[in-house]
């Protein structure tokens, strides 16, 4: 049978289909295939600490799964204690004074993303998205109806926006900025001068920022991470801040986060995922009490070691003819650029892109890394630091060694 019901075109939605598959993901399981072929690969593509959860966030959710009331549902938008402890914790790291009403638990911080886009936007509404973003970012937008509006920042600049490019970018259309400090991908972490100024740009002209502030404990040197509705207090009706355990505590599995807004938007994205979701595992949100009540010694001891890595990593690449590498201040990430390969020629092939030469690098030398076209910048890698010294060291090696032999 043929018909509109039928057709090729008509079976994924135009809205789904049009999403485009994660890179990060993509490039991780190539890799993981060829490790599970028995190759020696160096994986520098994932987004999560290599450390365990804290014994004490374990023994939490342990004991959570032998109390019958967390085998029943609960509250779609989170237990009342997490949410309170939330806002208790949000207070204590950046100073945001936010009620527990005012916090959404949803299942990890992309799951609050998603749901703070398709709360705030109506179809034709624009993002401002600084780039390098983060690759689910225009994703999300678009499947809640928004478009997505690239500003691209390079590496002279740190990856560091300015005022006057989301000026430049700004349109009566323009609804939204996406705010992403310390960044995934790039580690830049805006100072607390440019937090500031672009709080009072989006309040003088009435635009919303979602702040996703999962890294903000993540931060080297000077460095400091500044939540821009504390910078800018007048911004707290019209922000939205997402975060989550998951790397902060080495909770990447657990899929437990948030967002924290204005009452009304916190109700409707509640409304939302009472639809969607429901509410997030219980033993999981227990887990996540007790990781947020908890200290911040686990996270003190992982930055120490991803500072060690990180100035590692970043004087390596910076040591590889055609590559450059401003040093990131936050997050795990170095982001170079690799611009000064295209063109050349490496193995008998023409380096015509980044993600034709991420390819190669994984195929020569198995090393993964992920290519800038999956945040918005051909002409880069994303290398995460969050792996051991050894493996880093040998990875990087092994790069260098190939991209010298580029003419
Ligand atoms: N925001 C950023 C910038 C991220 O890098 C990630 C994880 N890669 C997330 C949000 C979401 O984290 P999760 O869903 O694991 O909590």
Request: aromatic share 8%.
């Given at each position: 049978m043929?018909?509109?019901?039928?057709?090729?075109?008509?079976?994924?939605s135009a809205r789904v289909g049009g999403i485009a598959e994660s890179a990060t993901l993509a490039v991780d399981a190539k890799a993981k295939a060829k490790k599970a072929a028995g190759e020696d690969v160096v994986g520098f593509g994932a987004g999560e600490p290599d450390f365990p959860t804290p014994p004490a966030?374990?023994?939490?959710?342990?004991?959570?799964?032998s109390d019958p009331k967390n085998h029943r549902y609960t509250p779609a938008g989170g237990l009342p204690e997490l949410k309170a402890a939330i806002a208790e914790k949000t207070k204590r790291d950046s100073g945001f004074d936010v009620s527990a009403a005012q916090v959404l638990v949803t299942n990890g911080g992309k799951q609050a993303v998603y749901e703070a886009f398709a709360t705030l936007l109506d179809p034709g509404d624009e993002v401002l998205l600084p780039a390098p973003y983060w690759t689910t970012y225009p994703e999300a937008i678009r499947l809640a109806g928004g478009v997505p509006v690239d500003v691209v920042t390079t590496e002279d600049a740190g990856y560091c926006v300015t005022v006057e490019q989301l000026e430049a970018a700004r349109t009566p259309r323009t609804k939204v900025l996406l705010w992403c400090s310390p960044s995934n991908p790039t580690g830049a972490v805006a100072s607390p001068e440019l937090v500031e100024a672009v709080?009072?740009?989006?309040?003088?002209?009435?635009?919303?920022?979602?702040?996703?502030?999962?890294y903000e404990h993540l931060v080297y040197g000077d460095a400091?991470?500044?939540?821009?509705?504390v910078a800018v207090p007048e911004l707290a009706d019209t922000c939205v801040v997402v975060n989550g355990v998951a790397k902060t505590y080495a909770m990447t599995g657990w899929r437990v986060g948030w967002l924290i807004g204005p009452a009304d938007v916190v109700k409707a994205a509640t409304n939302l995922q009472s639809h969607a979701t429901s509410n997030v595992s219980n033993v999981a949100q227990v887990a996540a009490l007790e990781a947020v009540r908890g200290d911040l010694s686990a996270v003190a001891d992982m930055r120490s070691a991803f500072d060690r890595r990180r100035r590692t990593m970043v004087r390596m690449l910076n040591e590889i003819p055609g590559v450059t590498c401003p040093e990131p201040e936050g997050a795990f990430y170095c982001y170079p650029s690799v611009k000064g390969l295209l063109g050349k020629t490496l193995r008998g092939k023409v380096i015509e892109s980044s993600a034709q030469l991420a390819e190669l690098v994984l195929d020569e030398v198995g090393v993964a890394v992920v290519p800038g076209e999956a945040f918005?910048?051909?002409?880069?890698?994303?290398?995460s630091y969050a792996l051991g010294d050894e493996d880093l060291e040998k990875g990087v090696s092994r790069l260098a060694a190939l991209l010298a032999e580029a003419r």
């Open positions: 043929t018909g509109p019901q039928t057709s090729p075109a008509r079976r994924i966030i374990v023994a939490a959710a342990e004991k959570a799964c709080g009072r740009w989006a309040v003088e002209h009435g635009i919303w920022v979602v702040a996703d502030e999962i400091e991470h500044v939540s821009m509705p918005g910048t051909p002409g880069y890698f994303r290398l």
